[in-house]
């Protein structure tokens, strides 16, 4: 019987920072549409549901997609940072069409920010935190959140390429283990 090894495991996604990130993202944008906008008036809410949505589905669904295909979870992984750039974008229109002032990185508050999350990876940690906040710190700690989990998406682009270049994608994978299963055979 041939070694299926070939098939590389996939990780807990839920166990993934990068999951955990997009998951407090999806929480909070849905705090956030049932507290600012009329859900019955404003198509954003649709919008900026579904881009959190989508980037986090992607995310799974990329992750399940790497045991066999470093192209799929490249594609579905850009899928879900481009759906986190467009749920970013709304988060920027809202400061802008409110006359909000929107934090530079280099701000206090948006270091703030960043020091909590490398702390805090549960949705409830910041929806509590949030409910308190005005709009322009909530719009400015989703938008830095944002900008922190494309960076973890890049991240997570840029080794699933690595891998590619190092072994290959599945069909290589499969040629090796075939060749292995046959040499193992050879010597019995």
Known sequence: MANLDFIAPTGK??????????????????????????????????????????CKQNIVEGSMAAATSRETEIKLTNVAKASLGELREDFRDYIRHNDLCLWDKDDPRTQQIRAFTRRHDKPEDYISRLRERSPEAFCNIAITLCHQLDYML????????????????????????RLAARDKRDKR
Do not use: H, P
């Open 154 to 177: 890049y991240c997570v682009i840029e080794r699933a390429k690595a891998i590619f270049l190092e072994k290959g994608g599945i069909k290589e994978e499969m040629y090796r283990a």
């Open 13 to 54: 996604f839920e166990d993934w920072n990068v999951y955990k990130l997009s998951l407090i993202i999806t929480d909070i944008t849905d705090l956030f549409v049932k507290s600012y906008l009329d859900r019955y008036r404003d198509r954003t809410v649709d919008q900026m549901v579904q881009a959190a949505r989508s």
